[in-house]
């Protein structure tokens, strides 16, 4: 057994185990421990995350009709591995305390919910192990499948998300196994190694169809435009802690999917020799382009919401647009950025999904326009937010900062003003709505509903401090991440980043986040020491009204949090309004015509019009013969 | 080798008998008939295991072919008569007020069914043909209710009109050979059938046995067959015998009519069927029609497939043909509790939570999900297809996945109703043991078959190149050559 | 080639060409039943022609005495069977007709389909199926992008 | 709009039907089979009438299933009309000179019918056509008293044991180590009554078959006409 077949074996022994032990409160504290065990299987293996080793292969192996399937770990997929795994340790301690016994009252299945989280994890790790395309299409059916399970275990609202989910990741899983079967008729095989011959040989048409499922496939999953639509609602939907695994890594095993067959496979070279109509608009612009505009067009929707879940699933949507990105670039800093955001994002949207949660499981609402003031009542997940967004938004010292600075680095190199104009719109969205989520929930006036709310279990707020603890962590000394981000890069053959502990040393303009951080640390201190030194004003209640010399009651709304930037609303409005839901309408509308049509074929019409058609249609055949 | 011929000849005997026995006994009347099966089937697969990568013809009556008639057994032909014996054992019919009759009818529709499997020579096909379809009209009206009689008379109707095209196609190659043995065809068909005559015996042989394979023009009669047919009905002529009428066409084209035109015919019409069935499935209301629909697009995936030239086509075939075999006739014996409306399955899991994981395994597999069956199946045909580096056939590629997609659609949305809770409306009741047992027995089939996958593929293999070829079918039968 | 053979052809392509008519733009019961009926008459004859040759003898030695051309026996035997098939097929498919007739009063195809038709709504609690009735995907859609 | 399609679809399907009649050649292959049996049926079948040489002989197969066809459409339309109520209503009888028409008429018919099937073998006729003689004789009275029923349990007896008793005589031959439905009895003197081995056995059991599921089937219609 290689630690490979180790850590796969321990992952679906995990799913039967949970299921043994069954709907139970402890059900959560055992998988929280077998998400351990797996995390020092991993360990085990973390010569991959380190460049020491190549790849470790798995012992499995099968010949089906043929094909060849294996799987095997390198870089990337440990990269992605302890990003999963990560996150489903933390989900699952966060899911194990009260919100656990909560979810059990109200008639939940601990069972079904860890056995769903739990088989995420197995089939995230099959399809990061897959050795060949064969292999990636199953275990992207499987991650398909399990993310389906977690997204219907909530209200039957939930279902029929998870069933607009299913519709458009089938299809799009379908769209794969097309490109795939192309590929095949083309290299003759599914290896990886078979395909990466052929590509020089394909003809653009094909190459540029095979691109095009791949990205239709794949894209479904990473939300991109225009395959999006499913994803913010779906994963509102879910259970709290499953929300938050799948904000982190789900939608991100579309990224890695592409990156392995459009970086590692095609190759990014090739991508920008693939020309459409204009000479200057390459495949890969295409898809620059769609990163770009799925982040826009997701950031300024989440700034819509007013529902904090759909707030932080619309950003998760608009965040993989960078990744994207960055990966396209292609170059050291672009992919690396790209790369490392993957596991920046997953920090910090786990830390604010599970705050999120919290203030759900106190005051059981998520509605922006029914929060505000929680702040001295919940001090830590106010805290645990406010490093969550400082990352979200991308500001120094948190982890967000160093992968988006990566990012604009490259695209200023790379000489791509528009996209990085694109890039700086999707930022300010995103310091906007955060500004939104955080003003809303802990700032402003406290509602008198919530003045009894208590601060989050603790099962619940260790899970938080620590990933605040990363994110802060990986923004001082961002060379902890850089290492793994390296041998990922080494992995799927992209240039490798030259980096220390504190960022990149200076080659085209350096970033050394120990120096930033410092600097920023000492700042804040000198503040806080003059703040403290100085004159104190007076400490006033929180329910304290006085303003201007009025007297207002506690009940009033003085300060109103619905209808945040009605501005920039009215100037963005029309653009918004249903423009992608048309597109899904219209298909809709489509097949439900011809589904009539064909109905009626078999049920109203009279035949002789069908056989006059087909004794015409032979006919001609005939003659023509 | 002889024993061939009880394959057919003792349900078939058990059937006239049985009227008789009913009067000296009704217990032994009641478990003469399943026992008849269990002997045939016991027989079928003693046969099997001595047959090997051989074939063997049995000349009927003791004439040498063509003068006689010859029953010839493959695997692939021995596969499906076994598959039918199977079959209606496990879709006896239920006890109800006409057992008798229906016990007859099942009877003779194995021993038909096994003989359309086996026979090798034309006019004797078209005889167990008629056959079927006699035997099955009779079990579709088995319900006795206005609707089923209206049915089945639409149906008969349909049908007598195929097998009198497939009739008229007989009497074309006649016309030109002068035989009616299948392998003496396949001597002569290059320089008799090589023409538009043999083209249009094909197309309206194809047309005639099409109906029952729910071929596209002529399977208007499926969606209301299956929703007023008893469901282990349904699920006998959707699972068993549209793929016997499939096995006569393959037959016929890759010994006779092999030529470019009769394939592409075939592939249109498969295409054809695909799109009309899914499309109309999605909108279907009711589940019996939905699957009825749905099958239709899987024997269409199946014509798309047999259209492929060669061996390939034949193992592609072979192998969505045979996983149908097993999801079909699950699928409707859960059809037997969950008949109606689609509406009125919200919360059935509650009441069948066996019944509910089923329908989800068996729709995994029907759509093509990884690592059932079903998947490996739709993959062989996928890459066969594009391998053929013909925009016609790069369609029918296209036209299946984007049937697999619709299909996912409308499936899980019907699974996913299963595990509403809606307050207002009681779920249907529990699935019969019966029925319950039978469909986890399929259904534990297909998980043996993902768990098997590679013996399985070699096996398929095996019997699919042992199908295409014509060489041995002409020696083994060995037709005297006459003047 | 004389021209009986010509007639009798033409006879066998007539009845074909009746039949399928008949099946296919009648619309009552009864007579797209004898409109099969016609159609297996064609196919039949059609078999019976396929070895015709004028003046052939039957295929039977009376005493002794064996004819210089006899027609070919075996179309006539496969005619036997193809005949006493379509009795049967006829029977049941009357008997049917029959009882079609009894429940719902009409012989006319469209109306009985119509009455299947409801008779099946009926049964599966639904309604007759028309334009107005989108399935629940569709429903969805229109609420999705109506919000 | 529906009849210009159809006439449209008339004129298609003539002309289809017009380009495959034209391209067919007619007489130009011989009938192999047929010729090869005509000349070796005396011989291997012993059956002075060759048609019946095949119907029995080399296609005694296809016989056995359209035997089968004919009970599963009994079988198929008993299921489908339904049992008599006993109340119910019936015609009255015939008067009395078709009543004596019928009993006359009834020996003669028996007697006709089992002619034309022990003859079959050496004159046209046959099983097929002598069972229809044989179930119109039984049909005959009915029609004269439309009260009287016949015994369906001898009906499906006779119609059980006849059919059976085809198999089981193609059985015996398997178990005398030939294939299924092979010929027994040795061959006999060409022409003669008592010639072509188990052939006019067969051809008994063929009429008794066909006679007793046609006379099932016309009592079943006649007695369900009756429940109106």
């Known amino acids: ?625 | ?483 | 080639m004389p021209d009986t053979g010509l007639l009798l052809y033409g006879g066998a392509f007539g009845l074909i060409l009746i039949g399928i008519a008949g099946i296919v733009l009648s619309a009552h019961l009864v007579r797209i039943i004898f409109a099969v009926a016609l159609l297996e008459a064609g196919a039949n004859l059609l078999l019976l022609l396929a070895t015709w040759h004028q003046g052939a003898a039957a295929p039977i030695i009376v005493a002794g005495r064996v004819p210089d051309l006899m027609a070919d026996p075996v179309p006539q035997a496969l005619v036997l069977t193809a005949i006493v098939i379509g009795v049967g097929i006829l029977a049941l498919a009357l008997s049917l007709a029959l009882r079609v007739q009894r429940a719902y009063g009409t012989l006319d195809m469209h109306e009985v389909r119509r009455h299947m038709e409801q008779d099946i709504a009926d049964e599966a609690g639904i309604d007759m199926p028309s334009s107005s009735h989108a399935p629940a995907a569709v429903q969805t859609a229109r609420q999705e992008s109506g919000a | 709009m529906q009849r210009l399609s159809s006439a449209l679809f008339l004129l298609g399907l003539g002309l289809l039907i017009a380009a495959i009649f034209r391209g067919m050649e007619f007489g130009t292959v011989a009938p192999i089979v047929g010729q090869a049996i005509n000349s070796a049926a005396a011989e291997q079948v012993g059956a002075a009438n060759f048609v019946t040489a095949v119907v029995l002989g080399y296609r005694g197969f296809d016989t056995l299933l359209e035997l089968t066809i004919l009970f599963t459409a009994a079988t198929a339309g008993g299921m489908v009309l339904g049992k008599r109520s006993p109340t119910a209503k019936r015609d009255p009888d015939a008067g009395f000179i078709l009543q004596a028409g019928a009993d006359l008429l009834f020996p003669l018919l028996v007697i006709v019918g089992l002619y034309i099937i022990l003859h079959g073998h050496l004159t046209p006729g046959g099983g097929f056509q002598g069972g229809v003689i044989l179930a119109s004789a039984f049909f005959v009275p009915i029609l004269a008293r439309p009260g009287t029923r016949m015994s369906h349990t001898a009906v499906s007896t006779i119609e059980g044991l006849a059919g059976a008793s085809f198999i089981f005589i193609g059985l015996l031959a398997m178990f005398g180590g030939e294939a299924f439905l092979t010929p027994l009895m040795g061959q006999g003197e060409l022409g003669a009554l008592l010639s072509a081995g188990s052939l006019p056995v067969l051809y008994l059991a063929v009429g008794l078959k066909v006679g007793s599921e046609l006379a099932g089937l016309l009592a079943q219609l006649s007695e369900s006409e009756a429940v109106d």
């Open chain 2, 1 to 483: 080798m002889n024993q061939l011929a009880l394959l057919v000849a003792l349900p078939l005997i058990t059937a006239f008998l049985l009227p008789v026995v009913n009067r000296v006994s009704t217990l032994a009347a009641r478990w003469l008939g399943p026992l008849v099966l269990l002997v045939t089937s016991a027989i079928g697969i003693s046969l099997w295991s001595q047959l090997g990568d051989s074939a063997v013809a049995v000349e009927l009556g003791g004439f040498r072919p063509p003068l006689g008639i010859t029953l010839y057994a493959d695997r692939l032909a021995l596969l499906f008569a076994l598959a039918t014996s199977i079959g209606t054992l496990l879709l006896w019919p239920s006890r109800g007020e006409e057992w008798l009759r229906q016990s007859t009818l099942a009877l003779i529709l194995a021993a038909s069914g096994s003989g359309l499997a086996l026979s090798g020579d034309l006019f004797n096909i078209y005889v167990f043909y008629e056959l079927v379809a006699v035997v099955s009209y009779g079990l579709i009206a088995a319900r006795s209710s206005a609707g089923s009689f209206a049915a089945t008379v639409r149906y008969l109707i349909v049908s007598s009109f195929g097998a009198a095209l497939a009739l008229t196609g007989i009497a074309l190659v006649y016309q030109a050979t002068g035989t009616l043995n299948l392998a003496q065809l396949s001597q002569l068909a290059p320089t008799h059938l090589n023409n538009l005559q043999g083209l249009a015996a094909f197309v309206l042989m194809l047309i005639g046995f099409g109906v029952k394979a729910e071929l596209f023009p002529v399977n208007t009669w499926v969606p209301e067959v299956y929703a007023t047919a008893p469901t282990r009905v349904s699920g006998l002529l959707a699972g068993v015998v549209s793929k016997l009428a499939l096995l006569i066409i393959v037959r016929l084209l890759v010994l006779v009519f092999n030529q470019p035109e009769a394939l592409t015919v075939m592939l249109v019409l498969g295409m054809l069927g695909v799109v009309t069935g899914e499309l109309a499935a999605w909108r279907a209301r009711d589940f019996n029609r939905m699957i009825a629909y749905s099958s239709i697009g899987q024997l269409g995936i199946m014509f798309i497939a047999f259209s492929i030239p060669g061996q390939a086509g034949v193992f592609a075939g072979l192998a969505v043909a045979l996983h149908h075999l097993v999801v079909k006739p699950a699928m409707f014996l859960l059809a037997g509790r969950w008949q109606g409306s689609l509406d009125r399955l919200a919360g059935a899991a509650r009441t069948s939570p066996l019944g509910a994981v089923l329908f989800i395994l068996l729709a995994l597999s029907l759509i093509g999900v990884p690592p059932l069956p079903g998947f490996w199946a739709k993959l062989l045909v996928m890459v066969n297809l594009m391998a053929q580096e013909n925009t016609l056939y790069s369609v029918g590629a296209w036209v299946i996945m984007g049937g697999a997609a619709l299909e996912a659609n409308y499936l899980f949305r019907v699974a996913s109703s299963f595990y509403h809770r809606s307050e207002q409306q009681t779920p249907p009741v529990a699935h019969r043991t019966r029925d319950l047992a039978t469909a986890s027995l399929l259904g534990a089939g297909l998980v043996a078959g993902a768990v098997l996958i590679m013996p399985l593929a070699d096996e398929i293999e095996g019997v699919a190149s042992q199908a295409a070829n014509r060489d041995q079918y002409v020696q083994t039968v060995n037709p005297e050559a006459l003047p």
């Open chain 1, 1 to 625: 057994m290689t630690p490979l077949d180790q850590l796969l074996a321990l992952s679906a022994l995990t799913v039967v185990a949970v299921w043994l032990i069954g709907n139970r409160q402890v059900t959560g504290w055992n998988a929280t421990i077998l998400y351990a065990a797996q995390g020092v299987l991993l360990m085990m293996m973390s010569d991959l995350g380190y460049g020491e080793v190549q790849s470790i292969a798995s012992s499995l192996t099968f010949k089906v009709l043929g094909h060849g399937l294996h799987w095997r770990f390198d870089g990337l997929s440990w990269f992605f591995a302890l990003i999963t795994i990560g996150a489903a340790f933390l989900a699952s301690w966060f899911a194990s305390g009260e919100w656990g016994q909560r979810y059990r009252a109200a008639g939940g299945s601990l069972r079904l919910f860890h056995v769903a989280l739990a088989l995420n994890v197995f089939s995230m790790l099959v399809l990061l192990a897959s050795g060949d395309l064969l292999s990636l299409f199953i275990g992207w059916e499987l991650v398909s499948w399990a993310s389906f399970l977690i997204m219907a275990l909530g209200s039957a609202t939930a279902t029929r998300y998870a069933m607009r989910y299913v519709t458009y990741a089938f299809a799009g899983a379908m769209a794969v196994l097309m490109a795939l079967v192309m590929v095949y008729t083309r290299s003759g095989s599914f290896e990886f190694q078979d395909f990466r011959d052929a590509v020089p040989a394909m003809s653009s048409g094909s190459l540029w169809m095979i691109v095009i499922l791949f990205v239709a496939g794949f894209g479904v999953k990473m939300a991109l435009i225009p395959f999006h639509l499913w994803q913010a609602k779906a994963y509102a939907e879910t259970p709290g802690p499953g929300a938050a695994f799948l904000g982190a890594i789900s939608s991100r095993m579309g990224l890695f999917a592409l990156v392995v067959v459009l970086v590692q496979l095609v190759g990014v070279e090739r991508l920008a020799d693939l020309q459409l109509v204009f000479p200057f608009f390459s495949a890969r612009d295409l898809l620059s382009w769609l990163a770009v505009l799925t982040l826009i067009f997701a950031t300024f929707t989440a700034l819509r919401q007013h529902d904090a879940r759909r707030l932080l699933a619309w950003h998760g949507i608009g965040q993989g647009g960078y990744m994207l990105l960055g990966v396209l670039i292609a170059d050291d800093l672009g992919s690396a950025g790209g790369l490392m955001h993957v596991f920046n994002h997953a920090t910090y949207q786990a830390v604010l999904f599970m705050t999120v949660t919290a203030v759900i499981h106190r005051t059981g609402t998520s509605d922006l326009n029914k929060l505000g003031g929680l702040v001295t009542r919940m001090p830590l997940s106010f805290v645990a937010m406010l490093i969550g967004i400082i990352g979200l938004a991308g500001l120094p010292p948190m982890n967000g900062f160093v992968s988006k600075w990566l990012l604009y680095r490259a695209l200023i190199i790379d000489g791509s003003p528009l996209l990085f104009l694109g890039s700086v719109v999707g930022t300010l969205g995103t310091i906007l709505s955060v500004y939104k989520l955080i003003h809303n929930t802990f700032l402003g006036q406290l509602r008198l509903e919530h003045v009894e709310v208590e601060e989050a279990p603790s099962s619940m707020i260790w899970p938080m401090m620590i990933l605040s603890t990363i994110v802060f962590v990986t923004g001082y000394f961002p060379g902890l991440v850089l290492d793994w981000v390296a041998s990922a890069q080494a992995a799927v053959g992209l240039p490798v980043l030259a980096h220390n502990l504190g960022g990149v040393p200076s080659h085209k303009g350096g970033l050394d986040m120990i120096w930033v951080v410092s600097v920023l640390l000492a700042g804040f201190g000198i503040g806080a020491l003059v703040f403290f030194s100085g004159g104190r004003s007076k400490r006033v209640h929180q329910l304290d009204n006085y303003a201007g010399g009025h007297f207002l009651t506690a009940e009033t709304r003085y300060q109103y949090s619905d209808n945040f930037y009605p501005g920039l609303m009215h100037l963005i409005g029309p653009w918004y309004r249903k423009s992608f839901r048309w597109l899904e309408r219209g298909f809709v509308s489509t097949v439900d015509t011809l589904s009539q049509a064909m109905q009626g074929f078999y049920r109203v019409v009279h035949p002789s019009f069908y056989l006059l058609v087909a004794v015409v249609s032979a006919l001609t055949w005939v003659v023509a013969r």
